[in-house]
RNA sequence: GGUACCGUGGCCGAGGGGCUAGGCAGAGGUCUGCAAAACCUCCUACAGCAGUUCGAAUCUGCUCGGUACCU
């Protein structure tokens, strides 16, 4: 019988070290890395998201970083298939895989599955949204409180986003988001074991600070001014391109923007801590190599 | 030295005798299809001292601090 395949989940916020962590256990037990980030797909986004370097990567074959363009939708369904299909792959000659990153749905949604929604149509999606910036929130409140009775008094109705998505899930299906969210988790074929690594909070923000800083000195002005065509996409409503682009739009001035890249730096690691900290599969460590190998190697 | 104006929470900023503006930052949180996004909750201040008043951050005086102009 071959031995049960089994999932490394290595996550925690942003500059908390996690990409060599997830090298080093890679190569420990001589396996590949998928990445869970939402910004690292892009192959147009690099010093910016931190992307692990050219000299990291050819250490550990790694997945899902620079695999999509800022042009294509990619959502964490997208995410859910790509890794799903991967991780099959890659069980045929390996036993165990890492899996690392700092978007917590993403891995939620590889972990427990997404339930089915049919597609919905780019027509409806863009009514929508156009109705949606026409008419503000209210509107959007009014269709939704009309059509879908049941989510206006459950859901969250002061948050543009999930009124769309009901919204479009009910006109592309004629049936309420609620009655797809089956809140079923998905049975995996693999073992999971998560891990969560942490710094204290003045240690975290001084490597984020020193990073942005690198970042800059790394060319980060240069990549985002190429992108400037392109920053309305999704895909570029991203901590140190944002600012950036203000600064190229002459809305800031470049040490304004390296300050607010610091500090929505800080608000976006305190998000995925509050994402992380909910799961309480996680186990909690120090970014240390040798301590976080031991503590996989115990579980086998 | 004189005259005028100003002093509101970590920062910005409105108000102006009784009704806790608001924003940012900070803290905590939400989350099944844009998630590095979006959204929610919390954080009761009016420079100091005296006075007027039933009641002062709001009015008066003095003190301190700042700004502008005059000498």
């Not at 899930?169 to 073992?191: N, Q, W």
């Not at 710094?199 to 970042?215: A, F, G, T, W, Y």
């Not at 995925?272 to 970014?287: L, N, S, V």
């Amino acid at each position: 019988m071959p031995a049960k395949k089994r999932i490394i989940i290595i996550g925690g916020p942003t500059a908390v070290g996690k990409t060599s962590i997830a090298i080093a256990v890679a190569k420990h037990f001589h396996t590949e890395i998928i990445s869970a980030d939402s910004r690292q797909c892009f192959k147009e986004l690099n010093i910016g998201v931190a992307r692990p370097s050219a000299e990291e990567l050819s250490q550990v074959k790694h997945h899902f970083i620079a695999t999509h363009s800022i042009h294509q939708k990619v959502t964490a369904a997208t995410f859910e298939q790509y890794a799903l299909t991967k991780s099959e792959e890659i069980f045929l000659e390996r036993d165990v895989l890492v899996i690392t990153g700092g978007t917590g749905l993403y891995i939620k949604a590889f972990c427990e599955g997404m339930d089915e929604i049919p597609e919905v149509p780019s027509v409806i999606r863009q009514e929508i949204s156009t109705q949606y910036n026409q008419n503000g929130l209210q509107w959007l409140q009014n269709e939704i409180q009309k059509i879908d009775p049941a989510f206006y008094e459950r859901g969250e109705i002061k948050n543009p986003h999930r009124l769309m998505r009901a919204l479009e899930v009910y006109k592309s299906t004629g049936k309420s988001i609620l009655s797809f969210r089956t809140a079923k988790k998905a049975i995996r074929p693999f073992e999971i074991v998560k891990v969560a690594l942490e710094l204290p909070k003045e240690e975290l923000h001084r490597n984020i600070d020193k990073r942005v800083d690198m970042m800059m000195q790394a060319g980060l002005r240069d990549e985002v001014r190429s992108l400037v065509p392109y920053q309305h996409l999704n895909a570029l409503q991203t901590v140190g391109y944002k600012e950036i682009f203000d600064y190229l739009n002459g809305e800031t001035d470049l040490e304004q923007a390296i300050h607010l890249i610091k500090r929505n730096t800080r608000q976006y690691a305190k998000r995925q801590m509050t994402w992380f900290k909910k799961d309480p599969a996680y186990h909690w460590m120090k970014p240390n190599e040798t301590e976080v190998i031991k503590h996989f190697g115990s579980l086998v």
